[in-house]
């Protein structure tokens, strides 16, 4: 009696293990869970490759800088060169002593006649 009792209660605990196991499995096949899992990979993917991309830009800048130091060291160029001041200049060249006037035209200057 005691063997039967032992048996069966394995063979229960042993079925409800492997229909947990097979649910949890269904679970994770449906479309939904499917498309929320591949939605996460992506992002994390993208996220990894732009953190990589950032780390990239960064080194470049950093190597790029320390070059034109080194060339400049190298060449005797001033490595912060002054800019020239800001020059002005006349925008438009107004000239009133003679001015042109258009007189005696046939031509309308109202825009609402066209319409």
Known sequence: MFRRTFW????????VWAT???NRKL????????AATAANKALETGRRLKDGAV??????????????????EALGIDATPELPAPGRYAALENDRS???YVENTTYSYNRNEDH
């Open 8 to 15: 069966f209660t394995s063979g229960v605990a042993a079925g």
């Open 27 to 34: 679970r994770q096949l449906t479309p939904e869970s499917l």
């Open 55 to 72: 780390g990239f830009a960064l080194d470049v800048r950093h190597n790029m800088a320390q070059r034109e130091a080194e060339l400049g």
């Open 98 to 100: 003679n001015p042109k």
């Open 20 to 22: 947990t196991k097979v």
